[in-house]
């Protein structure tokens, strides 16, 4: 009997991850949803959703899968552990933490090995990345990489959806935009050029510390110089990244098109858009091409669906291997 719990399974990431539950045909006898006081009575596809509190019933679930944030999962993460569960949590709680494995599904699944009860799912800027990277990291050695990246407003969640959707609408309709909640300009039809929160005195945002910190743990290669931008866009859903790859040893543009071609959850298109990403679990890879300014140096254009693979398509893809091992085949 396998019983899976999903917590946040209101917000965009967490209903992202019952369809795939559904979608994979994961097997689960029971899958129970957990989210704050304020979705008390709310039902998903005939499930009522239970309210994450003291009196929570949080035993005999094998996985629990969470997308609450960041304070939810420091709170409650280590509950279910203790009752049992196997958590992999979404948010960015546990993504430093030395002895908790960071897990890209198709980079780095030997780290499961050594999780003692709660595993990291990567930023989804970072997850797209890793996926299309470590492949040319296995091959040729990364050096530097430049990355400035395109993201949707998905990725801040449902409410972020609500203030591009309520901006344009009011903008397209020749009314006064509302002021911006979410983020600190207005999104729909602008940019705003730093994705993410400045730390005091800090001069990078913690999106593009994510990304920084992020690859080196997953590739576990802190050698690697990595210089971002984070960049919010008014795209529902999809991540785009420009991405500038500086080699070890040379690579060129039909050889990386040729390692990509067979490379796990990548397929290459010419020029890929976070419109046609959305709905599938591939990281699109397209506009390779020689940096001709340096002599080992590769241009790129990743796009991925940021609730999928960057967030619900992982997890799941962990569960799934974590639920195979304890039936008996190895983890990694
Ligand atoms: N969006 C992405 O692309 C993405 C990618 C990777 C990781 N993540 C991470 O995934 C997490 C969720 O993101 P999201 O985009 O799905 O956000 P969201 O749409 O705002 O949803 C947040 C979810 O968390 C629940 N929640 C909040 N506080 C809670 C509490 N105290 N107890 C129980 N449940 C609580 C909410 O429940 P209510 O509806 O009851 O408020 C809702 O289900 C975040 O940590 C985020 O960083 C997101």
């Given at each position: 009997m396998t019983r899976v719990a999903v917590v946040g399974a209101t917000g965009v990431v967490g209903r992202t991850m019952l369809e795939l539950l559904s979608e994979r045909s994961f097997p689960a006898d029971e899958i129970v949803l957990f989210a704050s006081s304020?979705?008390?009575?709310t039902e998903i596809d005939g499930r009522v959703v239970q309210v994450l509190?003291?009196?929570a019933d949080l035993s005999g679930f094998d996985v629990a899968l969470f997308s609450a944030g960041a304070g939810t999962s420091r709170d409650w993460a280590a509950r279910f552990v203790d009752q049992g569960a196997v958590v992999v949590d979404n948010?960015?709680?546990?993504?430093?933490?030395?002895?908790?494995p960071l897990v890209v599904s198709e980079v780095n699944?030997?780290?499961?090995?050594?999780?003692?009860g709660i595993i990291a799912n990567p930023n989804c800027s970072t997850m797209q990345l890793m996926v299309a990277l470590a492949p040319i990291h296995r091959a040729v050695g990364i050096e530097r990489l430049i990355v400035a990246t395109y993201q949707s407003v998905s990725g801040t969640g449902a409410k972020a959806i609500d203030e591009l959707n309520g901006q344009a609408h009011a903008s397209l309709n020749g009314m006064e935009m509302p002021a911006p909640e979410v983020y600190p300009e207005p999104i729909a039809f602008n940019v705003i050029g730093a994705a993410g929160n400045f730390a005091?005195?800090?001069?990078?945002t913690d999106e593009e510390r994510k990304m920084m910190f992020e690859t080196h743990k997953i590739l576990e290669d802190e050698s690697i110089g990595v210089a971002v931008t984070c960049v919010r866009v008014p795209v529902r859903i999809g991540h785009s990244e420009a991405v500038n790859v500086q080699t070890r040893e040379p690579l060129s543009a039909d050889g990386a098109r040729e390692l990509l071609a067979d490379a796990p959850g990548v397929a290459l298109e010419n020029v890929p858009t976070p419109l046609h990403a959305e709905g599938h679990d591939e990281v699109f890879v397209g506009?390779?091409?020689?940096?001709?300014?340096?002599?080992?140096a590769l241009s790129m254009w990743i796009v991925s669906d940021n609730l999928r693979k960057g967030a619900a398509t992982n997890a799941v893809q962990i569960a799934e291997l974590l639920v195979a091992d304890r039936a008996g085949s190895s983890v990694a």
């Open positions: 304020r979705s008390a009575g509190d003291d009196s948010s960015s709680a546990f993504r430093r933490d030395p002895s908790i699944p030997h780290a499961l090995a050594r999780h003692r005091d005195g800090d001069d990078h506009r390779i091409r020689r940096d001709e300014s340096h002599p080992r």
